[in-house]
Structure formats: C-alpha cells, structure tokens
C-alpha cells in the first residue's frame, strides 16, 4: 500500500526563523546514528560539530525552499541541480572531525558521489525526527509530502539510509536499495533510489 500524507500533520517550508529549530532537531534525531557517530565518536564534539555539518552538507535546502518542518521533525531536500556545499564541508570536516578520522570520512564521500544519479534527482540528505516524537508517523508525512512533489515532476529521488533501521521505512515510500556504500571503518550505509510514481493532483504540495 503506498502511503499517503496525514493530513491532520501541518507541514510548513522552513524560513530563516526557524533555521536553527530544524537544525536543533536533526541534531537530537542524529545522537545515535552509526555514521554521525563514527565521525563524532564523544558527545561534546557531536553537540559542538553536527550542526555546522548539517549546515553545509543539506544547508542549501534553507535557501532554495525546499527544507520542510513539523513540529518536532524535519527533512532537508536538494531539488534537482542542487548539491552540498563543497567548500564548506570540507572545512567544517576539517575543524570538527578528530584527525585521525578525517582521511576515511572524505573517502566515503567520495564513495557516497559516485552512487548519485546522473539524471536530474531530488536529493534527501537529512530527515530526522525528535527521539521523543518518533514512531507516530512524523517522518512518513514529511516524505509523502515532497514524495509528491517528485510525482508531479516525475523525477526520482535519491538518499542515503545512515542507519539500518530507517530502510524499512524508505522502502514503503518506494525507495529501492541499490547499493552499499562503506569506506575504511565506517559503518554501512545505503543507497536507495525512488522512481517517480504515477500523479495524483490531489497528492501534490506546492512550492
């Protein structure tokens, strides 16, 4: 069964007051997660260095519209011809990450690159919800919502799962595996890509 938006969950675009709301939530969904915390392995250079992270790797969702909040959960997407800032990842790699680390972070990087469509593709770098808001459907109603999007313009989209127990729920939105990404000591993660389904009007957001 494809899931539909909860239309009782008000999903609004992210403006510049509440940059820091979606950031801070991110922040709080990512504490545990495998990739976050092999790049952040102690609490205080996780609190001090993942929102800098965030910022430059999914940050070009705040300019260009297309970061969506409710409530306590958020979701930073890249619309097609979009990509993370560069220059400012690897700077805030470089002052936030331990040293020894570093080196393996970039080179999985450079494997994460190399599984991005070449067609044009809406991008999901981040989408986390609050640890005391998870499980009743926060996540699914913020993919449903550019899910659509992705429909109207009949364009696939592409994200990483960071964390095992997330895939699950890619997949019921349509996403399919298609392949690991892994370098060094890091943990896996997964490449999932979601072609586009057949629209409906009255599925579809506007931005």
Do not use: K
């Not at 092999?38 to 965030?54: I, K, Q, V």
């Not at 990450?97 to 070449?118: D, I, K, T």
């Not at 640890?131 to 592409?158: K, M, N």
Request: glycine share 6%; net charge neutral; proline share 11%.
């Amino acid at each position: 069964m494809t899931p539909t938006i909860d239309t009782s969950v008000s999903i609004q675009t992210v403006r510049a007051p509440q940059r820091e709301q979606a950031i801070m939530i991110l922040t709080a969904a990512f504490a545990s997660d495998p990739i976050a915390r092999w790049a952040y392995p102690d609490a205080a250079s996780y609190l001090a260095g993942f929102p800098s992270f965030t910022r430059a790797f999914a940050g070009r969702a705040f300019t260009h519209n297309t970061a969506f909040l409710t409530g306590s959960a958020a979701a930073l997407w890249l619309p097609p011809g979009v990509e993370p800032d560069t220059a400012a990842l690897v700077a805030c790699v470089q002052q936030t990450v331990p040293p020894a680390l570093q080196p393996e972070l970039f080179g999985l990087m450079e494997e994460m690159s190399r599984f991005h469509p070449f067609e044009p593709h809406w991008y999901l770098p981040m989408i986390g919800t609050d640890p005391v808001y998870q499980g009743i459907g926060l996540g699914s109603a913020l993919l449903a919502h550019t899910l659509a999007l992705c429909d109207r313009e009949r364009l696939p989209a592409y994200l990483e799962s960071s964390n095992p127990r997330n895939i699950g729920l890619y997949e019921r939105h349509g996403f399919v595996r298609s392949g690991v990404i892994r370098h060094g000591t890091s943990p896996m993660m997964t490449a999932m890509l979601r072609r586009p389904r057949p629209w409906t009007p009255s599925a579809s957001p506007t931005r």
